[in-house]
């Protein structure tokens, strides 16, 4: 395929070839990234991408669907199966459609949500202001407390009496502890709400048995198919099946038109290599690899919001170091360690240069890498925010991270 595209295209399969290259030769470490088996890529790009599939599996709109009725299915039930759960919805183009299609199969337009405010971990597609979840619905957001950077379940409690929302959504995209779906899941029923689950940083962890299962808590769980899953990038909508049709209905044709196939395809192969025993051991060193990764950036005096972390994500607080968050990503960028800037609970800073770094285990894990490399890769992370100024030492950081790349490779991986 790729000579192919050379010959085709060569200005297109250059920037691949430069991107597999930047892939390959840095540490990645931002929570949400990871790289695929070369099955799932294989599944991505084939000609399922030709194909028009309007509709669902025996309810389609155009012909031709002897195949893709069964590709569809075949994800479905895998994903049943490993998230043991009574019926998913496989056609979300992305995490974000997915939730505003959970949320209007179940309210109406300017009815009350409640999640995680996006300052304090929460996404987006929450009901944060600048999203559309937050402009269509009347959105209630709760916070942690900004001292622990954990839940007040007490506080959260009150504030869901207070303005009664219709649906209270968990989950987070940057909250480094395990999250007690029980105790969220008995907030909305107190109240009389739908307890909507967003578990697409964890849903590997989740499918592994490494954090709480969210299914018997939560009315509708949706989760991205990428991040810690492994899998292209599309996402789900899990549920019972009391609430099947409207899941449906609110993706196709709420929200969505054809579904993408070939995506389809690689979320079906993604599914079955989680179902497999080795993906229980990855999930297991995705969170030893970030044990160890929070421990020695304490060791070096980093602090982190809650003190650590229970699952794949750090979030670091730099205010003790007085280097501004977007610095020190471009410089660790420069050493081929790529983070991202983020907000950290009740940031004094602004959103777009915020005091806090977000730090993630998956991909690294992928590689093969463990407890010794996640104390190096901390060491290098302290080398550069000390000598941030110092272009050779980040020179020579670089150096070093590409010696540590080249004994880990991004070959494909086979889950036996």
Request: proline share 5%.
């Amino acid at each position: 395929m790729a000579s192919i595209l050379e010959k085709h295209d060569s200005e297109i399969y250059e920037l691949i070839v430069k991107e597999e290259s930047r892939q390959n030769g840095s540490i990645r470490l931002i929570p949400s990234e990871n790289y695929v088996s070369k099955a799932v890529m294989s599944a991505t790009g084939s000609i399922l991408t030709n194909k028009y599939s309007e509709g669902y599996p025996g309810r389609r709109y155009y012909e031709g669907q002897q195949i893709t009725d069964i590709v569809e299915t075949t994800a479905q039930e895998r994903a049943k199966k490993l998230f043991g759960v009574e019926h998913v919805n496989v056609q979300p183009y992305s995490g974000s459609i997915a939730n505003l299609g959970a949320y209007l199969a179940l309210v109406e337009p300017g009815e009350t949500i409640m999640g995680l405010a996006l300052p304090d971990g929460g996404h987006l597609t929450h009901g944060w202001k600048v999203s559309t979840t937050g402009k269509i619905f009347n959105s209630v957001q709760y916070s942690v407390n900004p001292e622990t950077g954990r839940f007040d379940f007490d506080k959260i409690a009150e504030l869901a009496k207070k303005h009664k929302p219709k649906i209270i959504i968990t989950g987070a995209s940057a909250h480094p502890r395990e999250i007690d779906f029980e105790k969220f899941g008995e907030i909305a029923k107190d109240v009389g709400a739908y307890h909507i689950a967003d578990i697409a940083h964890i849903a590997g962890l989740v499918a592994g048995g490494v954090h709480k299962d969210p299914v018997p808590y939560s009315d509708i769980v949706t989760t991205t198919t990428h991040k810690t899953l492994r899998g292209p990038r599309g996402a789900m909508i899990l549920c019972k099946e009391e609430l099947a049709k409207q899941v449906d209905k609110s993706i196709f044709p709420g929200l969505q038109g054809g579904p993408h196939m070939h995506t389809i395809s690689a979320i079906a192969v993604a599914l079955g290599e989680a179902s497999k025993p080795a993906f229980k051991e990855y999930a297991r060193q995705i969170i030893k690899n970030a044990k160890v990764l929070a421990e020695r950036l304490l060791e070096h005096g980093f602090e982190l919001v809650s003190g650590g972390t229970d699952n794949h994500l750090i979030l670091i607080d730099l205010r003790n170091k007085e280097i501004p968050s977007k610095k020190l990503s471009k410089a660790l960028d420069k050493a081929k360690i790529v983070t991202n800037c983020n907000s950290i609970p009740n940031d004094p800073a602004s959103p777009f240069n915020p005091s806090g770094l977000r730090l993630g285990t998956p991909a690294i894990t992928t590689r093969g890498m463990k407890e010794e490399q996640a104390k190096q890769i901390a060491d290098y992370i302290n080398q550069v925010t000390e000598n941030i100024d110092n272009e050779s030492v980040i020179e020579t950081v670089a150096k070093e991270v590409s010696e540590l790349c080249a004994q880990f490779p991004v070959a494909d991986y086979f889950v036996a």
